[in-house]
């Protein structure tokens, strides 16, 4: 029985790959997994207390009990705020960038986050997630500015997620490849359970709201079609997979192959994701897969938000499926 690698180990060995590295990049990818903890542990909770709604009372610890995002929000950035390896925060929560308080030293890494995406699932007991990118500071300013945060996704020198399902596994990449970690909430330790993710290069599951289909563009429409026709020869039609989680669908559909499509509509012209804590992140795992992440006519990690909560259409999953739905989106298929 080989032994259990925690997440710490497998940080600390893939810095030593860095010999000029400091150990703050290091440190924050572990302050990260110990948010993710305190996360998991109240998310894991919410059936049992009463932590669904701000009720104004307090709870036996004698704390304003809060609603699971925000208390997910606040777990990050008091996690976090005091370290000195951040610069500044984004958050979904938050409408604008999140300063690192005066009386903390500033640090050199900028960190975007959706604190808790999928929160209204959690009254079914559905899987959610915390979804994370981190780039360096690259203003001239003395502290952390919307300059750092609005980046190209390329830019990007980790993204990932946590998701808190039948166990809670966080899942990331540093550019060297994709590493699963489940907790074992008996020692409170990540370990290593996934090492070097690879997605399939096609799969045959598709993830989409069906019920947004007459609001979507022919194209769309006509992928659609084409997954749901019968073809023996091409492993159609594909499985309907929809959990309506990102972070639960995106993980099913990287293990297993397959593609994911939140498309633009006309209610929503850029589609509903975000580009700078959602699809960045995830985009930037997928490729380190072996996958591929589009906005229909570009990579994802191609772009550059023009603002923080900047929304993005996202086809994200095995490299030759988002290859397809590009052809029928420009026209070279039908
Ligand atoms: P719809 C959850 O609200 C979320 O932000 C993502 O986690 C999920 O992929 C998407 O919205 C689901 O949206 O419109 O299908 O309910």
Redesign the pocket.
Known sequence: MPPAITIERHILETQRAYPGATGDFSALLYDIAFAAKIISSSVNKAGLVDIMGLTGDENVQGELVQKLDELANNTIYKALDHTGRLCCMASEENEGIIEIPQRFKCGKYVLAFDPL??S??IDANVS?GTIFSIFHKVSSAERGTLEDCLQQGRKQVAGGYIIYGSSTMMVYTAGNGVHGFTLDPSIGEFLLSHPNIKTPQRGNIYSC?E??YAKWENGIQKYIDYVKTPDKASGRPYKSR?I????A?FHRNLLYGGI?L?PPDKSNPLG??RLLY?ANPLAFIVEQAGGAASDGQQDILDKTARELHERTPLYIGSYEDVRDIESFLNGTRS
């Open positions: 995406d999928g209204s699932n959610i709201n019920g947004n929809y309506g989680s990102l972070v669908d994911f939140y509903k994701l959602e």
